[in-house]
């Protein structure tokens, strides 16, 4: 299959966070600071991306506050023509340092909750935070960004998404997107502690159909689909190196964050190779693209072009085979690992991933 253009560039700028959060999908081996990209390089990649094609950047992370260089980096991607959002965890945004980021080019803010009760927020994240997503739901929307508040459901939170919803509201968001857990990294190792029941997801999507009734589309509400409860796969990241690409902290190149896991990939790095060869020509952006490397029952399949084979990490993840189908998929032979996975036992606690939030390079 011939690479379009991508439109999307999320560039990890660290994987330092003051939070602890046991959903995290980065690898559970974090990169160090000390091998983070330089300033100059990232300037690099976001040129080379602005002239691929890509017209949006999510600076993320990680906390990429903890980036001293951040109004730089903001600023080298607004120059390179790329629409720039911050995604944070408010932690560290005070008014002088969003007046600069603002000042340098920012356009928009995606902040993450974890729990309208600050006290279970606080549990979930494994540090206090609350009072500091507070105050930069405020900074944000008096600096007059667009506002979108994210938060990743969970058994501990499903059950108070009304509450949730009506936070995000009452902060002034623009846009709330509610997206179940994706069970990488950190998050896989807390499958049995956060996997939800389906009669909570159930009741959290008519929670979610009543809002959008009342709401009438503004706030715009998203509701990111538990694929394993739902029986459905998602398209990964809209198809494997098909729109978008994610750039680790090291310089390392992706198709999707958690790619990074699977076994002989070898992703490509933009120290050693431009970002267009990357690509268009690297074995692992050509891996999974398109439909050719699809086995049955994807490839008859009249869902391989909407759902493009599910999620190969996930794959990976339940089969220890990335090439199979995903077995979130109904249709999947390997289906019942999942049914097994939503009817087994719950844990009641996680472990909390390591905080790190050392100074910038």
Known sequence: ?????????????????PLRCGYCSNPVELIGRKVELTTEEWAGVFRQAGALGVVQTHLSGGEPL????????VAAADTAGLYTQLVTSGVGLG?????????????????????ADPGAAERIAGVRSFAAKERAARLVREAGLPLGLNAVLHRGNLDDLDALIRLAVDWG?????????QYHGWALRNRAALLPTPAQVERARGTVGRWRERLGGTPELV?????????????????WGRISLTVAPDGN??????????????????????????????????????????PEPCRGCALRTTDHGGCRCQAYALTGDPARTDPACRHAPDHHLVR????????LAYAYREARPEGGP
């Open 340 to 347: 097994d996975l939503v009817a087994g036992p719950r844990r």
């Open 95 to 115: 008014e002088c340092r969003l007046a600069g980021l603002v000042e340098a080019g920012l356009r928009s803010v995606q902040l993450s909750v974890q729990h």
């Open 223 to 239: 509701w990111v689909a538990a694929d394993l409860l739902d029986a459905t796969a998602k398209p990964c990241m809209g198809g």
């Open 253 to 294: 190149v992706l198709p999707c964050p958690a790619a990074a896991g699977l076994p002989g990939l070898d992703p490509p790095n933009v120290r050693e190779r431009r970002l267009g060869w990357i690509w268009r020509e690297s074995a692992a952006f050509n891996a999974y693209r398109g439909e050719a490397w699809m």
């Open 66 to 73: 903890l980036r001293r260089d951040l109004s730089d980096l």
């Open 1 to 17: 299959m011939t690479a379009g253009r991508p439109w999307a560039l999320l560039a990890e700028l660290t994987h330092a966070c």
């Open 173 to 181: 968001a623009d846009r709330i997107e509610l997206a179940h857990t």
